[in-house]
């Protein structure tokens, strides 16, 4: 058993990812974010103009259907989606903070970093690479404790696949 310190309880259940069926993840992606549908020669070029940066500040708001997204238009995307549990543990975090229940209208201004952030709301581990999607990453939330997929995106953000990600979320509305 597992216990976390932030909430007090025992884990019952053994921490594994089950992940969106790879067809399932493709197709959002491919489907709703832009920088997917870009050709594999675009989007080296997109990747290439990335700033080699250890924090990223993005706006992100949840859609009807639960997901979240953000939009990083100087690198062609719109509509990045967080899927693959990513979305729930994105609706607890925004509970939590702002004690309602997150629905379409909220948003919220997420730092990501792979370097400390002072007054972080949570930390996540990497843990695997994920199974099913190649170049996808799994790491654990260690507030909910909660695995959360994280698409190769963050690849293009980070250069690489970081160990940590430091997490500071602030509600917007």
């Known amino acids: 058993m597992v216990k ?3 909430l007090g309880k025992k884990l019952t259940k053994p921490l594994t990812f089950k992940p969106m069926p790879n067809s399932s ?3 959002l992606l491919n489907a709703s974010c832009t920088y997917w ?3 594999e020669a675009e989007r080296k070029i997109v990747d290439a103009s990335v700033p080699d940066q250890d924090t990223w500040v993005l706006d992100i708001r949840r859609n009807p259907d639960g997901t979240w997204e953000f939009d990083l238009p100087q690198f062609k995307t719109f509509s990045e989606l967080f899927v693959g549990n990513t979305e729930k543990v994105l ?9 309602t229940p997150a629905d379409k209208y909220s948003t919220m201004q ?6 400390p952030l002072e007054n972080r709301t949570t ?3 990497f843990v695997s690479p994920c199974p099913s999607f190649s170049g996808a990453s799994i790491y654990l939330d260690d507030v909910f404790l909660e695995e959360v997929w994280l698409c190769p995106y963050v690849q293009t953000l980070f250069k690489s696949v970081p160990k940590k ?5 602030e509600v917007t509305s």
């Open 4 to 6: 976390s310190a932030n």
């Open 25 to 27: 993840n493709a197709e």
């Open 37 to 39: 549908s870009l050709t």
């Open 91 to 99: 609706d607890m975090h925004y509970n939590k903070l702002s004690e």
């Open 110 to 115: 997420l730092t990501v970093s792979s370097e």
């Open 123 to 125: 930390l996540c581990k």
């Open 165 to 169: 990600l430091y997490i500071r979320m």
